[in-house]
Each structure stands twice: as C-alpha cells, then as structure tokens.
C-alpha cells in the first residue's frame, strides 16, 4: 500500500485547474479523490491520473443559509457531478443565476470551467479548491 | 454473550438556548436514569457518553471524565463518543457489548449537548464538519445542503413531481410537531399548519425552514445492565435484542447507492439478523428524521415501505399511531429536538417508554417492539437497535 496521490497533490492541481484521481489497477474503477485501496475490489494497486472533467449533474441545491465565516458568498449552486470517469465530485455551478437552478438541470451536461477556492478559516488546515462547472 | 437490557431511562426537556451545562443535564437525565432503578452511582462502572461538539460550545473537550467526577462515578473508565449526530447510539451500543462480555454488569450510556450555546452561523458551521471538509465543505454544502441535494435525488431516482414530494415532506413536518405537541419534554410542543410549513424560508433548495430539524439543548442516559443484575432493578427490563453498526465514507463515495443509505442497510441487517425479527415486527420506530426528507429515505431503508413510495404512506396516515408502523411518536428530531450528542438515548428513551406503555395520549398500544435509527453526517455512521419488552 503506498499512497500514489495525496490530498496536497491533490489540492494543488485542482487550484492550477487540474482534476486528479485514481485508477484501480486490478478492477479500473476510478476515484476522484485520494484513497489508498480501491473502494470496489479492495485492490491496493492504484494509479494516479488527471481527470476531464466533463459529466453530468446528479443532484444539486441553491444554498441560502451561510456558515460562518461563507456570508458573502450566498445564495450559490452546490452540485453533484459524475464524472465520464465514473466517479462523482462536489462543486459549484458558474453561469447560471442560483434563482433560475431548477431540476432541469438534473442529468445536463457540464464541463469544469476552472475553480474556486474556500480561503479557509480558523477551523481548516488553509485554502480547499473545488471545482466549478458550466452547462454545455 | 449475556443478555443486555435497559434498566432505567433519563431525559431532560429538550430545549433552545438555556444557561446549563452539558454536564449539568446529563447529570439531570442520569439521575432520573439512576434513580428510576434505584441503584447507587457507585454501582456504575463504566461511563460511555455521546458528545459531538463541546469543544465549541463550552471550550470543553474530554467532557467525560468530568462527567463522571460530578456524578460521583469514582474514577471508573469514561469514553467520549464522537459519530456527529450519531454519538449517544455508538456509545449504547458499546455499552451493550461490554455488558454483553460479562466485562461489566453495569454501564451508564447517553448523550449531552449545547448545541444552542454556539448560535446558528457558528453551528452551521461546525455541524458542517461532520461532512467532508476536503470534498465537500469545500464547495460550500451545510448539512441541509446535502439532504436537499438528496431530496433532488429522490424525487429524480423515483420519478416524483417535486410538488408531490414537496406536499409529502410538509406532511412529515406536520405530524412530528402534532407528536411534539403531546411530548412534554419537546423542544416544539405546537403544532405546525400547512400554511406555516409552506411559507417558511427557504435554507437549501427543495428544504425549507419547516423540513429542518432545531438546534436543542438536552440529555439522555440509560442504565444499561446484564439481564441478572438487572432483575434486582426493575419489573420492566427492555431488552436489546439487536444492534447494528456501519460506516461509510462522503456522499461522493456513496454514489451507487444514494438516495438510499448504504450504512443503513448494512447496520439493519445486524440488528434484525441479532434480533431474529424484521421490519414486520416491529411497531414503534424512532428514526433520524433530521431533515423531513431523511424520514423518507430511513423509513424505505429500515424495510417498513418499498423505495420510493413511503411518502404516500405518510400521506395516507401509514406512518401515525394505529397506522403500519408508528412514526416518531416523540415528535422526532424535527419537534422533540436535535442535541446531537444525545439523539440516540432520547430514541431509546421514547422507545422505552414507549415499551412499558407509559407514554399517555401518544401511547402506541400494546406495542411489543421497538427501534432506533440514528444517522451520523451525510450516512458516515449508522447505528440501529431493536429493543422489545424483557418482561
């Protein structure tokens, strides 16, 4: 068991605009966050690749209530996307007005359009990236 | 391994913002809990206690050695439980089975919190831990964030008109608060009206404030004992028959399985396979509706309605008192109130009480055998049990 990516690696890509993930030798599941053993088959052999970031929208919300520290940022589109990889990843949706988010967009396809990073505050190790997507 | 039962049952009232301690109220709830089987503190020997948040809501972590000091425990073990919302079940059902080994004959197992001490943007935050902090918190999702992530799933995955689900999750909303009207020690003892329920704001789409369970202050403890030392205590023993653990990682990596939980389902397979009874049997269940949502997708996970239709059972009055199977009689999470740390002993309390039929005009008659069901984060811990009369 060796660990083939790490959440700093991981962190660092998503930031330069890159999705990373793992890929079980033994099974080709993938996974888009860092694990040591792959979550279908238990096997241990996992490579790192990079990720298109292109899928679809699972599932979604508007959020209207902020924790602390994320005022500023309300109301925003919180969305589920699996991956054309397989697997599934949290992150915004740019270019659409959070009022007009609707369960249309359940199933439209998306492409990562970049990132957004969450500063941090003074509960968290430092800055989080996450993915934004845009309707195709 | 010995048979295990419930000796005796603490509760404070659930409340909002009140000036006590956490250790205060889990001392209140343990005396009542002590005295109703009228053992002495020194009898205890091992203190196991739900706790989720203390570190922020009093500055105090490792509560639960000071727990035992004020409630006289005489330097017995103490264990702290941190599985979010889950924490006082986890604990129960450790306690079980270190009663269970013949380890001990006397446990006391329960929760306390303050979740009220924190404000709500500071608990919104911190309750927002118990998801992903990498994965999830990073893109800004709170927990009714990801059950209104869920309730889009669920009506998507079983083809239900928002609108439809929408009228369905009031209706949970609705008859936990005419529950908690009938709980004198719930947080909301009104009833909610379907005019209230649709006009309250909206926190994360679908989810309104009337889906969202309360921030409460309160706590819960249990006499947990082996089957012979509990003959000396009470005419009533309630007996554990089942108990069910499972874990699972972020939302992310449920994908296969969501809207259902995984953890869940694999904790119910321990509890009815321990218990040798199913979801046939069982005739009051407390389970974790801390979104009206979550009330669905537990009641189709436990096996009491097929996927996608309990709902409609709800809709129909399958899930009140007298109904297929009586639905949070406390009022639930929703009305009797969410303290994390001590959700799951106040399940039991109820089903306890429940149990020895005690539980006045919210009473389910003659009911037998009971259950909880408590959800830690976005499914990351489940834990269930099965608790019948031992009388």
Redesign the interface.
Same mark, same amino acid.
């Not at chain 1, 699972?58 to 005022?71: D, I, K, L």
């Not at chain 1, 697997?87 to 915004?92: A, D, E, F, I, K």
């Given at each position: 068991m060796e660990a083939k990516l790490t959440?700093k690696e991981y962190?660092e890509n998503l930031k330069q605009g890159r999705l990373s993930g793992l890929k079980c030798s033994s099974c080709g599941e993938v996974s $888009?966050?860092p694990r040591l053993i792959c979550?279908k088959c238990g096997g241990s052999q996992l490579e790192a690749l990079e990720l298109k970031g292109s899928g679809a929208i699972?599932?979604?919300?508007?959020?209207?209530? $902020?924790?602390?520290? +994320?005022?500023s940022?309300i109301p925003?589109i919180?969305a589920?996307v699996?991956l054309d990889e397989g697997?599934?990843? #949290?992150?915004?949706i740019g270019g659409l007005k959070p009022e007009e988010?609707g #369960?249309d967009i #359940?199933?439209r396809k998306v492409r990562m359009d970049g990132t957004a990073v969450?500063a941090g505050?003074r509960?968290?190790s430092g800055e989080?990236? +996450?993915p934004v997507f845009r309707l195709l | 391994m010995r048979k295990v039962v419930i000796a005796g049952a603490g509760m404070t009232r659930f409340t909002g913002k009140q000036p006590r301690t956490a250790i205060e109220l889990f001392g209140d709830a343990a005396s009542e809990a002590i005295n109703e089987c009228g053992i002495q503190p020194r009898q205890v020997q091992a203190l196991f206690m739900g706790n989720f948040m203390g570190d922020f809501e009093e500055g105090q972590a490792h509560i639960q050695a000071f727990t035992a000091d004020y409630l006289g425990l005489a330097g017995i073990p103490a264990n702290r439980y941190e599985n979010a919302c889950a924490s006082a079940s986890a604990a129960i059902r450790d306690a079980f089975i270190w009663v269970a080994s013949g380890q001990y004959d006397i446990v006391l197992a329960g929760g306390a919190e303050c979740a009220t001490k924190m404000g709500t943007p500071l608990a919104t935050r911190t309750f927002a831990m118990a998801s992903d902090s990498r994965y999830e918190y990073a893109a800004g999702v709170t927990f009714p964030g990801v059950f209104a992530m869920l309730a889009h799933l669920y009506a998507r995955r079983y083809n239900i008109p928002l609108e439809t689900l929408k009228n369905q999750l009031y209706q949970v909303s609705i008859n936990s608060h005419y529950y908690g009207a009938r709980n004198p020690r719930a947080q909301f003892q009104k009833e909610l009206t379907l005019e209230d329920a649709r006009k309250s704001p909206v926190v994360a789409s679908p989810l309104q404030l009337a889906d969202c369970c309360p921030f409460t202050d309160g706590a819960a403890v249990l006499v947990i004992a082996s089957e012979d030392a509990a003959r000396k205590l009470t005419k009533k023993p309630v007996l554990i028959a089942g108990v069910g653990q499972a874990s699972a990682g972020n939302l992310l990596s449920q994908k296969e399985f969501l809207p259902r939980i995984r953890s869940r389902e694999l904790a119910a397979e321990q509890s009815y396979k321990m218990s040798g009874l199913g979801p046939k049997d069982i005739g009051v269940v407390e389970l974790h509706d801390c979104f009206s949502i979550a009330a669905l997708i537990a009641l189709e996970g436990l096996g009491f309605f097929p996927y996608g239709t309990s709902g409609r059972a709800v809709e129909k009055g399958e899930t009140k008192i007298g109904g297929k199977i009586a639905l949070n009689p406390s009022g639930g999470l929703k009305a009797k109130g969410h303290p994390v740390g001590a959700t799951g002993a106040a399940q039991a309390f109820e089903i306890v009480r429940q149990l020895r039929g005690e539980c006045g005009e919210r009473q389910v008659e003659g009911v037998k055998v009971g259950m909880t069901d408590t959800l830690g984060g976005d499914g990351g811990t489940l834990c269930n049990m099965i608790l019948r009369c031992g009388w």
């Open positions: 959440f962190n $888009a966050q979550a699972q599932t979604f919300t508007v959020n209207y209530v $902020a924790a602390e520290g +994320r005022e940022e925003y919180v589920i699996e697997p599934w990843v #949290m992150g915004n988010a #369960m #359940m199933g969450f505050d509960y968290s989080i990236a +996450r | -």
